[in-house]
């Protein structure tokens, strides 16, 4: 049994009476240590699927219409609200991508990290404050004993992202979800927190989902690699199998597209067109308008999942046929 | 060497912050301080560093958005960071700016072609809307757009539509040197490589000149000439782009180069 198994999920949102489905059919699973990269572009389910995960998708215009989704084998969507809270935020941890939105402007930093202690394990003022200076030693926080005290405005955004991460794993959580953890920093700021993540998965042994839309900072720290296009899964394997053989034309197309640091292109190979609209009506494969391999069963029959090879998930009617 | 196009000498710009409270200290922030660069004819020179290096400042200064506290910058051998607006004014077409954010840099209520005739009249090189809208229809459609979208307006366009459409209005002014602050920062992976695609076509084409500001590496290695890299207000370090990205001297570009993830493709993959 792993860790997190999601299974199948939908989420659908109501608009003008009619409930359009978001995400469709998504299932992974994520074992202890092991670190799960889903990329995609805007628009494509990534942060709702893990805003699912949380919980946190909230109110009745977007739900969860189908689906699994266990954590240690228990189902979190018939979990009673009660018991949910002790799971979220101590066993299950979340970073979101703008810092100084999700930490409370008129707290100390330290009370904001203390709360979430006092909350889920029974522990004193003091002793939640002296665990609260350790964390931020063991995120990397200059000073802690004075940055404490600190307000978020008076921190940098980088160590404000620290902080979030200190506050996420302040109760030793099993899983962390990262939602595009680094998007909002410098590239060399984002060097330091992605390798901070990595060494303090090594040695908690956290299991780690990590959202971004960025393909680099995936494919350098993930161990495995699930590709979203349009509210679907189209490729799935771990990083050394994806990028061995690419089997969707999809991910092809993504990995053409960026202009790379290290290699001189003329002309990049852009997908052509863009992503449809929800509103959009779409038959078959959502890829196929943009596919330069589509045939008319692209565009009548939304293809299955398959397996291109043992463990490399594929949904195309074609797999593999973009290998070059 | 003949002149080239632009040549910034010195350049400074300095803020004054306001002090803390009643009596607190007045701060000077020099976001740029003591940059010079030239971009010759048909060049593509890219400004890249990290946020709050000063690099979309220089951009600013040079279309007078911001004032210059010291320094030249001169176009065509003319030295206009001194200039009233009323002599800058001609210079407005031949330096023309694309944004970053396709959402706030088009006005909500103009029609795409109010957006884009507006700018042909102000300068003179149309008189009539018949004229205009030829040249808007041929416009759109070099930047690959359906012509017959001029009659709409831009809320009815995605991210990428309207960062072509921010192209069109530049462009359709030819100018002789084109200032891209982050112009596809905001646009998915996608979308960005057709808009490069676009920018870096139209700017072969043209011939035009560009000064292209990106905290993007890979997106600077595609389309400039030459790099500057710049840090705290300072140029660290400028060369041909070969040279930069191959055999970067300064410790900072190096430290930038070595923090971007990389993807490793193929079968050498362990």
């Known amino acids: 049994m792993a860790l997190l198994e999601v299974e199948n999920l939908e989420i659908a949102v109501s608009s003008k009476g009619k409930l359009l489905p978001i995400v469709q059919g998504v299932s992974f699973d994520v074992d202890d240590n092991e670190t799960l990269g889903i990329v995609g572009e805007s628009g494509c389910g990534k942060s709702l699927t893990s805003l699912a995960i949380m919980g946190l998708l909230g109110g009745t215009t977007v739900r969860i219409t189908n689906g699994n989704i266990r954590f240690e084998g228990v189902d979190l969507l018939t979990l009673p609200e009660k018991d949910r809270r002790t799971i979220m935020g101590n066993r299950m941890a979340m ?34 404050r002296d665990r609260a200076v350790e964390l931020l030693t ?35 959580p099993k899983l962390l979800i990262a939602d595009e953890p680094t998007t909002a920093l410098d590239v060399t700021v984002q060097k330091e927190v992605l390798d901070l993540m990595a060494d303090l998965q090594k040695r908690m042994g956290t299991a780690i989902v990590l959202i971004s839309h960025d393909l680099g900072v995936i494919a350098e720290t993930c161990d495995k690699i699930a590709v979203m296009y349009r509210g679907r899964v189209a490729e799935a394997a771990s990083t050394a199998d994806l990028f061995t053989e690419l089997a969707h034309p999809y991910t092809r197309g993504l990995l053409n597209s960026i202009p790379f640091v290290d290699r001189d292109i003329e002309w990049l190979e852009a997908i052509p067109g863009r992503v449809p609209t929800l509103e959009e009506e779409l038959t078959g494969c959502a890829f196929h308008p943009r596919c330069a391999l589509a045939t008319d069963l692209c565009s009548l029959i939304v293809p299955d999942t398959s397996q291109f090879k043992p463990g490399h998930a594929v949904q195309c009617h074609f797999p593999g046929k973009v290998t070059s | 060497m003949s002149e080239p196009l632009l040549r910034i000498a010195n350049l400074k710009t300095h803020f004054q912050t306001k002090g803390v409270g009643l009596f607190g200290k007045k701060k000077v922030i020099k976001a740029v301080d003591g940059v010079s660069f030239h971009i010759a004819p048909r060049e593509v020179l890219s400004l890249v560093g990290e946020s709050g290096c000063g690099k979309s400042t220089v951009g600013r200064t040079l279309t007078h958005l911001e004032k210059a506290t010291s320094g030249e910058a001169r176009f065509e051998g003319r030295n ?21 954010d396709p959402f706030a840099s088009l006005n909500p209520r103009l029609k795409i072609e109010q957006t884009l005739g507006e700018p042909l009249f102000i300068h003179g090189l149309c008189k009539t809307w018949d004229e205009a809208r030829t040249k808007i229809a041929a416009m759109l459609e070099t930047v690959g757009m359906d012509p017959k979208v001029m009659a709409r307006h831009p809320h009815e366009f995605s991210g990428g539509q309207r960062q072509r459409i921010g192209i069109a209005r530049v462009m359709i002014l030819k100018p002789k040197l084109v200032i891209a602050d982050e112009a596809v920062s905001a646009l998915d992976v996608s979308i960005q490589a057709q808009v490069l695609n676009l920018i870096k076509k139209l700017q072969r084409d043209s011939g035009v000149s560009m000064l292209f500001i990106s905290h993007d590496l890979g997106v600077v ?17 400028i060369g041909e782009k070969r040279q930069i990205f191959e055999a970067p001297e300064h410790d900072y570009t190096r430290k930038l180069l070595g923090s971007i993830p990389r993807v490793k493709i193929g079968k050498e993959v362990t």
Not at chain 1, 106 to 118: A, T
Not at chain 1, 159 to 168: H, L, N, P, W
């Open chain 2, 221 to 237: 290695r595609h389309i400039s000439d030459r790099v500057a890299v710049m840090f705290e207000g300072k140029i660290v370090e």
């Open chain 1, 95 to 128: 970073i979101f991508q703008e810092p100084m939105t999700s930490l409370n402007p008129v707290y100390r930093i330290g009370d904001q990290i203390i709360e979430n202690l006092r909350q889920h394990e029974n522990l004193s003022y003091a002793k939640a």
């Open chain 1, 138 to 172: 063991l995120v990397r926080i200059p000073n802690p004993g004075e940055r404490v005290d600190s307000f978020p405005h008076q921190l940098s955004g980088g160590q404000r992202q620290r902080v979030m991460i200190a506050m996420a794993l302040s109760c030793d």
């Open chain 2, 80 to 100: 206009f960071l001194s200039m009233t607006p009323a002599e800058f004014r001609p210079l407005r077409r031949e330096i023309q700016m694309i944004f970053q």
